[in-house]
């Protein structure tokens, strides 16, 4: 089956500090990969995503590659805000026409002023 | 666009007694709306599928007749917890597909609490 495996949180950091958040995943096939973001009081938002193997997705300063050989889909970001501060969420579909997600547990981040 | 609206944000209620979540799509119809259930620090588990006039899809070990899904229109599907108990205690989340797109909007999220 598939799983999705991201690291523990919390993560704080300061301003302008560079961040990464890993991501791996067990799938079977050719998975669609994504990054949600939820900030206090809202809903996930899909922040990006990557279909297929090496593509790059990329949103708000935010990216992410899809490795097929490492399994990963690492989330970076060269200098954050305060607004950044959120619980970010790996997840998968097991093919790009599929939309059933599974989910990582998520990553609570605070970025301090 | 592409709101999804969930209703109450929390609700307590006693061990024994029903308790129903509202989840709407405010700007648009949903072809297929989904239920999740999330843990504390723990990933988001689907529940169930529902598609608009027809019988939800439940994953491998959710209790259908516990946790009742209807999907009345294309803007507004429920979920009802019913002879609710402490370990149904859970963040609900809904969330709903646009026009057959594959993207997923989700809402804000029930607190349940079951005292």
């Known amino acids: 089956g598939n799983s999705v495996t991201q690291m523990e949180g919390p993560v704080t950091l300061s301003e302008e500090a560079f961040l990464t958040i890993n991501c791996t995943y067990t799938?079977?096939?050719?998975?669609?990969l994504f990054w949600y973001v939820q900030y206090p009081g809202e809903g996930l938002q899909l922040l990006l995503k990557?279909?297929?193997?090496?593509d790059k997705g990329s949103n708000k300063g935010f990216e992410a590659t899809y490795r097929k050989e490492t399994t990963s889909f690492h989330l970076e970001k060269g200098s954050v805000q305060v607004s950044d501060s959120a619980v970010y969420f790996c997840?998968?579909?097991?093919?790009?026409?599929?939309?059933?997600?599974?989910f990582g547990a998520g990553t609570t981040v605070t970025v301090r002023a | 666009g592409a709101v999804v609206s969930q209703h109450p944000s929390w609700v307590i209620c006693k061990s024994g007694t029903s308790v129903k979540i509202e989840c709407r799509s405010l700007d648009f119809q949903a072809t297929t709306m989904f239920w999740y259930r999330q843990f504390p620090k723990q990933s988001l588990m689907l529940m169930a599928t529902?598609?608009?006039?027809?019988?939800?899809?439940?994953e491998q070990g959710v209790e259908k007749d516990k946790f009742l899904i209807n999907h009345a229109s294309l803007t507004l599907s429920t979920l009802t917890v019913t002879s609710a108990h402490p370990e149904d205690s859970s963040f609900y989340i809904c969330?709903?597909?646009?026009?057959?797109?594959?993207?997923?909007?989700f809402g804000p999220g029930t607190r349940l609490t079951v005292t």
């Open positions: 529902s598609n608009e006039g027809s019988k939800a899809t439940y």
């Open positions: 799938a079977t096939g050719y998975p669609s």
């Open positions: 997840a998968l579909t097991s093919t790009p026409n599929d939309y059933k997600l599974s």
């Open positions: 969330s709903a597909n646009r026009d057959y797109s594959r993207e997923q909007y």
């Open positions: 990557a279909t297929k193997a090496d």
